[in-house]
């Protein structure tokens, strides 16, 4: 019996290098949306993170932050505008949870078997648009269709979900 039960209960959960959140709560602050969340590490609760829409730059972290740091530090660069920034805990943050969304989206459509997302950002504008896509429908196809969608987006970023493990990233590209 012990056997049959080991495994479940588990809940899966979208991850960045082994970093993923639960239990996020939205708000609105005084300066747009805020966000408060519990975030893991390897599975293992790291502490909670609170970005109380205040108008300071950082949100604030509860618990032991340094393992998350270093893990931060090893990230690649990004693009923000036209400059390559360093990536901080904020960032990881903000993009699980974008990537928690996505997979709701995704858990959403593929209830009804075998679907796919494809999502497009600018990330000049911030706009973004997503579709589904039935069972059968390769990457190419998909591809073509969100092109279609992204006419005028000024440096568009796709990314296609077929399956609960494309959820789980080294980082994010």
């Known amino acids: 019996m012990k056997e049959r039960l080991k495994g479940m209960g588990k809940t899966f959960r979208p ?13 609105m602050g005084q300066d747009g949306y805020g966000l408060s969340c519990t975030v893991y590490l390897n599975g293992k609760k790291a502490g909670v993170y609170t970005d109380t829409a205040d108008g300071n730059l950082f949100g604030e972290f509860y618990g032991d932050r340094k393992p998350l740091d270093e893990l931060v530090k090893k990230m690649p660069k ?3 505008g036209d400059l390559m920034t360093e990536v901080e805990l904020e960032d990881l943050v903000n993009d699980l949870y974008n990537l928690n969304e996505e997979y709701k989206i995704w858990k959403r459509y593929n209830s009804k078997g075998g679907y796919s997302i494809g999502i497009v950002y600018d990330k000049a504008s911030g706009r973004n648009v997503c579709m589904a896509f039935g069972p059968g429908v390769g990457l190419p196809k998909m591809n073509e269709s969100l092109k279609a ?4 987006m000024e440096r568009p970023e796709y990314r296609f979900y077929t399956k609960e493990s494309d959820f789980t990233r080294e980082s994010w590209a």
């Open 15 to 27: 991850s960045i290098n082994g970093v993923s959140i639960a239990g996020v709560k939205t708000f």
């Open 78 to 80: 990004r693009p923000i």
């Open 149 to 152: 969608k992204a006419v005028g």
